[in-house]
């Protein structure tokens, strides 16, 4: 099993970037999907959710009308959509993928954003 993101950067702030999840090992279609980040010295935190079949989506207050979470079931991946940085923005992105029946779970290695001008 592997999830691995990229597309992590530097950026100035009011800038875009769209994070990429590569997945394999698993039946795709049977996870949701989701984003968390962690900042230096903070918890990691949710930053968003996408059901197993892509019909509902979940936003933390932060980001919500800013970033927007996606899947492509026949590239096995999950993106977000980041906008309008903020240097508060920083940390590093994980993705998470839990299975909707067993709740089975898996987590990527993590990618590095810094919104810093």
């Known amino acids: 099993v592997q999830l691995v993101e990229s597309g992590g950067g530097l950026v100035q702030p009011g800038g875009s970037l769209r994070l990429s999840c590569a997945a394999s090992?698993?039946?795709?279609?049977?996870?949701?999907l989701s984003w968390y980040r962690q900042a230096p010295g903070k918890e990691r935190e949710l930053v968003a959710s996408?059901?197993?079949?892509?019909?509902?989506?979940k936003y933390a207050a932060s980001v919500k009308g800013r970033f927007t979470i996606s899947r492509d079931t026949a590239k096995n991946s999950v993106y977000l959509q980041m906008n309008s940085l903020r240097p508060e923005d920083t940390a590093v992105y994980y993705c998470?993928?839990?299975?909707?029946?067993?709740?089975?779970?898996?987590w990527g290695q993590g990618t590095q954003v810094t919104v810093s001008s």
């Open positions: 090992g698993f039946t795709f279609r049977d996870f949701r």
């Open positions: 998470y993928a839990v299975n909707a029946w067993n709740r089975s779970d898996y």
């Open positions: 996408i059901s197993n079949v892509g019909s509902s989506t």
